[in-house]
């Protein structure tokens, strides 16, 4: 699991995660009406990041104090008397969010490495199940192996929508102005990477332009981090992974004894 799930590159995959988010209803118009990360994506990102390093690597101790974290960020985020209603303490939309971030690490990890063996990729799945039940998921809710869970994932991908607030949401993410320099540097390949990682159909909802030029962009790119990113040494692959928890660990009270 560690082997899969610390490796920096699927950051990439980051983008793709949050359009499948927002592209729930729920979760979209609760994010549009309450969440100002279009505006911050750099908070975004490390809260994402704290939040998957701390449970798939941390210890018990770390774990739950970055949930605690989640949980407090988490408690003014609701609505009601709108269409869909939203609040961030809901199992199902916990659920959505942790099963975008496992699939969309794995499909890409899969697209660089190939496929997983069915022992490791089991390993994986379960390890990634505590993104969700470590909030408010209860076990049982979360897809009981792999087989079930596609079932899942199939059938939500066919419940997606958006609107014109979610794509605005959606805009703003991918073509942000309030970011430092280096971020909107960085940003015409995120766009190529997040709507060439995105399922056709929700590329369309979010009205992502894409054509032959763009998918052969989109395999060049892919092509080069296939041929170099697996030959890097492990520590530089590894190094997002092993940064967030130094910051976290020194950051984390010190455990009751």
Partial sequence: MQGVAGEGILIAAGGRAILLQLANPAIGHGVADHS???????????????YVYAIVFGDAHLAATVAQRVNQAHGPV??????????????????????TLYE????????LYGPLDDETADDVYREYSRLGTSLQVPPDLWPADRAAFRRYWNEQLTLLTTDDATRAVAHDLLHSRTAPLWYRAALPLARLMTAGLLPSHVRVLFDLPWSARHQRRFDLVLGGIRLTYPRLPRALRHWPKNHYLRVLHASAPAPVV
């Fill in 78 to 99: 609701h609505s009601t008397g709108t269409t869909p209603e939203y609040n961030a303490f809901t199992p199902e939309l916990q659920l959505w969010v942790a099963a």
């Fill in 104 to 111: 969309s690490a794995t499909y890409l990890h899969g697209l």
């Fill in 36 to 50: 100002h990360f279009a505006l911050r994506p750099l908070d975004r990102l490390n809260g994402t990041l704290s």
